[in-house]
């Protein structure tokens, strides 16, 4: 039974009779627990009944635990929530930016929904981070009552206030902005070569994500696919995006308190499980990729001239003078000469070409069950559970993407692409295409 006893307060080394109540209390491990700083008898007394009694019912907290600080819990909860790399680093970020320079040190019992709203009102950052601070906050605190450091969550299901007078936003991306028309997709990738080229090509006429197709293996190229389809087979070649090595992603190495050791480049599972997919290929893209992979020596399809992955930046150099147009560059010395590019389309990106892919599903009439699968998207609702493509659906796509793609080919007056689309490989060098589009 919770018993109290007096502590003296000692006052120069001495000890003098002012005193306060300790209550010493039986914890679950048989041990004896203490709580001083109360002012009577009886508050301490009943405090630790109270406590012996959540012990029997089975829903006591260590007041330790409780008091822990939210910095030192978080940092225990990204240890043991390891995540994809670009999930972490998001965390880490979110971590140390804005939630640990105000939350480091309080403790966990303390946090209320009052302080957490207000405070979040006064970040120096757009709202939707804001948002994900919070957001993040919340998971931590959640992992805390299945600790069993806190018995209930305070930002579980709140609204967060916004702010009376928000920051001005950024002007958004028009409907136009967000994907290309077929001859800006086939002007650009003229313009960056085959080796480059094909890549923009192909991430707008299958949905691929930048890191689907910056880790793309040559071996998960041209497969197969083969089902039963009117007393025979339908068949047509495949990208395969694989699960564990299906995506390339750009990792902060950080130790235990997230501190940035450095940024590496590895492969990891696809960024969700409708990630892992066979994506049908129409039969021009099929056969730019066949002369594609006799070409590139390299093991990754889409990769750097020296057979090294990609990074968005590096990416971003290439393809931003190729979409947003450049200037005349005349020879000088140790600077070859290059030609002015007119713009093609200014901010066009891989996600908006993404958003390409999935548009011209739309536009010819891609049944939803075949759009989600081929875009690596959940279906929702009961439908995604009880509609699936047929072969008869899958042939539809392919026509509908071949058709799109050789109108904007008509539209823009040509017949061939880099030499290759009709058939007739012209022999040239990929060492000469790449230094066409440097």
Known sequence: MAHAEKVYKVRNGKQTKQFTWRVRYKKPDGTWGSEPGFPTKKTAEDWGDGQEAAIKAGRWIDPDL????????????????????????????????????????????????????????????????????????????????????????????????????????????????????????????????????????????????????????????????????????????????????????????????????????????????????????PPFLAQLLRYHLDDWPHSYVFCTPSGKFWRRGNWGKVLRPAADGRPEREKRQGVSPRPAWEPIMPGLDMRALRHTHDTYQDQIGVRPSLAHEQAGHKMSGIKGVYQHPTPTMRQERLDGLEEIFWRGMRNLGLKTLWNRVDLRKIPQTINDDLANAA
């Open 66 to 281: 409780q008091r822990k600080h939210f910095g030192e819990f978080a940092r225990t909860f990204m240890k043991a929530r390891v995540k994809r790399g670009r999930t972490m680093d998001k965390r880490w970020d979110l971590l140390q930016t804005h939630i640990l320079p105000k939350w480091e040190h309080a403790p966990l019992i303390g946090i209320t929904w009052f302080d957490v709203d207000s405070w979040q009102m006064t970040l120096d950052c757009e709202d939707v981070t804001a948002g994900h601070a919070v957001s993040l906050m919340s998971t931590i605190l959640t992992a805390a009552v299945d600790a069993k450091h806190i018995t209930v969550n305070p930002l579980f299901g709140r609204r967060r206030t916004q702010p009376s007078a928000p920051a001005p936003k950024k002007p958004k991306k028009t409907d136009e902005e967000k994907w290309a028309p077929p001859e800006v997709v086939i002007q650009l990738a003229q313009r960056l070569g085959p080796a480059t080229g094909m890549h923009v090509l192909t991430t707008a006429f299958t949905g691929l994500r930048w890191g689907e197709g910056a880790g793309l293996h040559r071996d998960n190229v041209l497969k197969t696919r083969r089902q039963a389809n009117d007393g025979g087979w339908f068949e047509c070649p495949v990208i395969k995006v694989v699960p564990d090595v299906g995506e390339l992603s750009e990792v902060e190495l950080r130790d235990d308190e997230g501190n940035k050791l450095g940024t590496v480049l590895r492969l990891e599972n696809p960024k969700s499980e409708k990630g892992v997919r066979d994506i049908d290929l």
